[in-house]
């Protein structure tokens, strides 16, 4: 009796079953300056640089205007420090005069180390007179135009988040080594990784024009 002839196998299923099964919603972390990394330890930034407190600003620099919740138009000898539209390289901003120049001489050097991260951030207000968010009774840094807040990609990073833009860490030195403090020093509910401004010695000690 003749032996039943073997079924040949089918080479298309064959190579479906060695194919590597796909791996579905799994998407490399990113790793450009809109990316999520930790706060570093305070330690490692902000050396020899304090934030500017009010009783500071306001003997310097005056009353900016109205200490409002929402931002108010700057007034009286004040308003003639503002300058506006002012190109610092990535955009344009309004703040101080002394602020807008020393931000513009951090993106310029900034620009020539990481281009990347200079093309890629964005501006989320600089002068703005209010209060602050977390103390009413204080203004904020925003209201002399001497602050600015910073972020990547779509979403800015809540205050009081231990996280922050990979940008903004890596502009951080730039902003260190020109006078400004980086909020991601604040403590508790306070920490703001977007957030930079003129530090307490250089609002003391401006840069020469």
Same mark, same amino acid.
């Given at each position: 009796?003749?032996?039943?002839? =073997?079924?040949?196998?089918?080479?298309?299923?064959?190579?479906?079953?060695?194919?590597?099964? =796909?791996? #579905?919603?799994?998407?490399?972390?990113?790793?450009?300056?809109?990316?999520? $990394?930790?706060?570093?330890?305070?330690?490692?930034?902000?050396?020899?640089?304090?934030?500017?407190?009010?009783?500071?600003?306001?003997?310097?620099?005056? #009353?900016? &205007?109205?200490?409002? =919740?929402?931002?108010? *138009?700057?007034?009286?000898?004040?308003?003639?420090?503002?300058?506006?539209? $002012?190109? #610092?390289? *990535?955009?344009?901003?309004? +703040?101080?005069?002394? %602020? #807008?120049?020393?931000?513009? %001489?951090?993106?310029?050097?900034?620009?020539?180390?990481? *281009?990347?991260?200079?093309?890629?951030?964005?501006?989320? &207000?600089?002068?703005?007179?209010? /209060?602050?968010?977390?103390?009413?009774?204080?203004?904020?840094?925003?209201?002399? +135009?001497?602050?600015?807040?910073?972020?990547?990609?779509?979403?800015?990073?809540?205050? &009081?988040?231990?996280?922050?833009?990979?940008?903004?860490?890596?502009?951080?030195?730039?902003?260190?080594?020109?006078?400004?403090?980086?909020?991601? +020093?604040?403590? +508790?509910?306070? $920490?703001?990784?977007? /957030?930079?401004?003129?530090?307490?010695?250089?609002?003391?000690?401006? *840069?020469?024009?």
């Amino acid at each position: 009796m003749a032996k039943a002839a =073997k079924k040949k196998a089918d080479p298309k299923k064959a190579a479906k079953k060695k194919a590597a099964p =796909k791996t #579905v919603g799994l998407a490399a972390p990113s790793t450009g300056p809109e990316a999520l $990394v930790d706060i570093p330890p305070r330690n490692t930034f902000n050396q020899n640089l304090t934030s500017a407190s009010e009783a500071t600003m306001l003997q310097i620099l005056g #009353v900016p &205007g109205a200490k409002t =919740k929402d931002c108010s *138009p700057a007034t009286g000898a004040f308003k003639q420090r503002v300058v506006a539209r $002012v190109d #610092v390289g *990535p955009f344009k901003v309004n +703040g101080l005069d002394i %602020a #807008v120049q020393s931000l513009k %001489a951090v993106f310029d050097e900034a620009e020539q180390q990481i *281009p990347n991260v200079v093309a890629a951030v964005k501006n989320d &207000g600089m002068l703005c007179v209010r /209060h602050k968010r977390m103390n009413a009774n204080s203004f904020s840094n925003h209201s002399w +135009g001497t602050a600015i807040d910073l972020f990547f990609g779509t979403d800015a990073v809540p205050q &009081g988040s231990s996280k922050t833009h990979r940008g903004c860490l890596q502009l951080a030195p730039f902003f260190n080594k020109h006078g400004w403090y980086w909020g991601a +020093g604040f403590s +508790g509910s306070s $920490v703001d990784s977007m /957030h930079f401004e003129m530090a307490e010695q250089t609002i003391r000690n401006p *840069p020469k024009s």
